[in-house]
């Protein structure tokens, strides 16, 4: 068996149903997915980049910008239903029918152009010397999630009475995942079959360096949040 260090895994379906063609949609310049590819490659932290699709117009796109297409993704792990986790166990078992293995694995999401090489470099290093299962970027909520409030019947209350009056600075930081990409010890993963585990870490990023893209609408926020990105770094 062959050992190799890292895989980065990019899943690109195709089919996106809210916004059309999102994988490959045009964001400020290039196909969205480039961003993903890049920075892997540029990390040069990977043995190989793949893009797991089963659309030909995603492949050739993936292809033009760097990222290898070695196989289509079975019709099972391309439905509404398929896991990320699903798609990683299907391409590391293709490279182990080869009698190839890695040691870390990374599924980079193919909308999340905020992606950097530095993080994605500072991660693979805590996941290596703080020996986590997996490590995936998170951001800080905004506003304390211990007063958010519901809504039932229209009338509108707090989800937790005891924190009516407990001041902000009082309660405790709370994060939520970026969506962006899940660092994973191979060996952890084959086990748990799970991107986030009891054993799993976390590198915090600003406001600024995430996006949910889950509409039109999104999408444009997106793009003005990597303007003003780029243009503080400028």
């Known amino acids: 068996m062959q050992q190799l260090k890292n895989i980065a895994i990019i899943p690109a379906r195709g089919g996106s149903k809210r916004i059309i063609g999102k994988n490959i949609k045009d964001f400020l310049g290039k196909p969205i997915v480039a961003y993903s590819i890049e920075a892997a490659i540029n990390s040069k932290l990977f043995d190989e980049v793949i893009v797991s699709t089963d659309d030909s117009e995603i492949a050739r796109v993936a292809q033009k910008y760097?990222?290898?297409?070695?196989?289509?993704?079975?019709k099972k792990n391309a439905d509404d239903?398929?896991?990320?986790s699903d798609v990683v166990e299907e391409v590391l078992q293709e490279y182990k029918n080869?009698?190839?293995?890695f040691q870390s694995v990374c599924c980079i999401l193919p909308t999340?152009?905020?992606?950097s090489v530095k993080n994605l470099q500072s991660s693979y290093e805590k996941l290596r010397v703080e020996s986590f299962d997996t490590i995936f970027p998170v951001l800080q909520f905004s506003f304390p999630i211990q007063r958010c409030l519901q809504i039932k019947k229209d009338k509108v209350s707090m989800v937790w009475q005891e924190h009516l009056n407990t001041r902000s600075q009082d309660l405790p930081d709370r994060y939520h995942d970026a969506g962006q990409f899940y660092w994973c010890d191979t060996k952890a993963f084959v086990k748990s079959k799970k991107l986030y585990t009891e054993n799993s870490g976390a590198i915090v990023i600003s406001q600024l360096e995430a996006q949910d893209i889950d509409t039109e609408i999104d999408w444009k926020l997106a793009e003005l949040?990597?303007?003003?990105?780029n243009e503080i770094s400028e």
Do not use: C, H, M, W
């Open 66 to 74: 760097g990222a290898n297409v070695p196989f289509f993704r079975s």
């Open 81 to 84: 239903f398929a896991t990320l």
């Open 98 to 101: 080869q009698d190839i293995e």
């Open 112 to 115: 999340a152009p905020f992606i």
């Open 225 to 229: 949040k990597y303007k003003v990105l």
